[in-house]
């Protein structure tokens, strides 16, 4: 008697963990941890420049306009070799035709191609994780910034949701691995420093002990409060005592004196070449151009130069 009753126990029990076992070793986990993102970082990336023969070309928003791009570099820029860095500055994808064609040409010139996110990018990678992946926006980490994202980002919209689509994972998982909030390159030759970020940032920003910049500042802010600088906004309306964040650069310490912030998201204010802050965003997607701003050490008299290159933008929005 006992021993019929625990037979069939027996045999469900090895057919419940056979099941099991097929079920784990073929589940399709969508939302497995290889899905996740990797970390970002809003601390710069350093590239130090020892040789005088390297150039740097800082290239204001893309946007998608991948035959502006192109443009660019075959008649303005030239051939990408060893000495050349060509620096995006955000916003390099959405809005315009061909955000895949930038994306796989940055993709495949990696030793030549650098590149910060912009708002559209991060809001790329949150697309990805609650809409694709269906996760709450708190699995999108960055390395110093746990309020990201704050209720004044305005959250992802459908041409995001739809290019998270046709990017796919994988490339979403490339950028995200290489790229970075900021960049800052260290002349050796001159002792100065150039940051690329995407909106902007502040005298003393990644310079004074524990100033390091929400995000938000760095990829989204227009305006900040000038008695309070730790509040900034993309709106004027959203913050007290509002001014133009590079406004603080032109008034700024001396001790600041060899740092220039290259940075492009301000289309509506278009080109805007300053002392310390160069802004290169001119409205290249809506039928204005695209600028890069190129560095060549002139060994002759022992500093660096400046050449502003501008291509017409081929596109009709
Ligand atoms: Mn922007």
Same mark, same amino acid.
């Given at each position: 008697?006992?021993?019929?009753?625990?037979?069939?126990?027996?045999?469900?029990?090895?057919?419940?963990?056979?099941?099991?076992?097929?079920?784990?070793?073929?589940?399709?986990?969508?939302?497995?941890?290889?899905?996740?993102?990797?970390?970002?970082?809003?601390?710069?990336?350093?590239?130090?420049?020892?040789?005088?023969?390297? !150039?740097?070309?800082?290239?204001?928003?893309?946007?998608? =306009?991948?035959?502006?791009? =192109?443009?660019?570099?075959?008649?303005?820029?030239?051939?990408? %070799?060893?000495?050349?860095?060509?620096?995006?500055?955000?916003?390099?994808?959405?809005?315009?035709?061909?955000?895949?064609?930038?994306?796989?040409?940055?993709?495949?010139?990696?030793?030549?191609?650098?590149?910060?996110? #912009?708002?559209?990018?991060?809001?790329?990678?949150?697309?990805?994780? =609650?809409?694709?992946? &269906?996760?709450?926006?708190?699995?999108?980490?960055?390395?110093? %910034?746990?309020?990201?994202?704050?209720?004044?980002?305005?959250?992802?919209?459908?041409?995001?949701?739809?290019?998270?689509?046709?990017?796919?994972?994988? !490339?979403?998982?490339?950028?995200?691995?290489?790229?970075?909030?900021?960049?800052?390159?260290?002349?050796?030759?001159?002792?100065?420093?150039?940051?690329?970020?995407?909106?902007?940032?502040?005298?003393? &920003?990644?310079?004074?002990?524990?100033?390091?910049?929400?995000?938000?500042?760095?990829?989204?802010?227009?305006?900040?409060?000038?008695?309070?600088?730790?509040?900034?906004?993309?709106?004027?309306?959203?913050?007290?005592?509002?001014? !133009?964040?590079?406004?603080?650069?032109?008034?700024?310490?001396?001790?600041? &004196?060899?740092?220039?912030?290259?940075? #492009?998201? &301000?289309?509506?204010?278009?080109?805007?070449?300053?002392?310390?802050?160069?802004?290169?965003?001119?409205?290249?997607?809506?039928?204005?151009?695209?600028?890069?701003?190129?560095?060549?050490? %002139?060994?002759?008299?022992?500093?660096?130069?400046?050449?502003?290159? =501008?291509?017409?933008?081929?596109?009709?929005?």
């Amino acid at each position: 008697m006992n021993y019929n009753w625990k037979l069939p126990v027996i045999l469900v029990s090895i057919a419940s963990i056979l099941i099991l076992t097929y079920n784990i070793i073929n589940e399709d986990i969508p939302t497995s941890a290889t899905m996740l993102l990797p970390i970002l970082t809003t601390l710069p990336k350093v590239i130090t420049i020892t040789d005088p023969k390297d !150039r740097l070309i800082f290239i204001g928003d893309v946007h998608g =306009q991948f035959n502006d791009f =192109q443009e660019m570099i075959d008649k303005k820029i030239g051939t990408l %070799d060893s000495h050349t860095t060509v620096i995006l500055l955000g916003d390099f994808l959405v809005k315009g035709p061909d955000s895949l064609k930038v994306v796989d040409y940055i993709l495949s010139h990696q030793d030549n191609i650098k590149f910060v996110f #912009g708002n559209h990018e991060i809001l790329l990678f949150l697309a990805y994780v =609650q809409e694709y992946l &269906d996760l709450t926006h708190d699995h999108l980490s960055f390395t110093t %910034d746990k309020n990201f994202p704050p209720k004044t980002f305005k959250p992802p919209k459908k041409i995001h949701k739809e290019l998270v689509k046709k990017l796919g994972p994988e !490339r979403l998982h490339r950028l995200a691995s290489i790229g970075s909030v900021t960049l800052r390159f260290d002349l050796t030759l001159t002792s100065e420093i150039l940051f690329a970020v995407h909106a902007g940032m502040l005298p003393g &920003d990644f310079i004074e002990k524990n100033q390091i910049p929400p995000i938000v500042e760095l990829i989204d802010m227009k305006y900040v409060n000038e008695h309070d600088w730790t509040k900034s906004a993309r709106e004027e309306d959203d913050v007290k005592n509002s001014k !133009r964040w590079y406004k603080l650069w032109d008034e700024s310490d001396k001790k600041f &004196d060899n740092i220039t912030v290259l940075y #492009g998201h &301000d289309a509506k204010k278009g080109l805007n070449i300053r002392k310390h802050t160069k802004g290169l965003d001119s409205a290249c997607v809506k039928g204005g151009q695209l600028t890069a701003l190129e560095y060549t050490y %002139d060994s002759a008299k022992g500093h660096y130069i400046t050449t502003l290159h =501008q291509v017409q933008s081929s596109s009709s929005i």
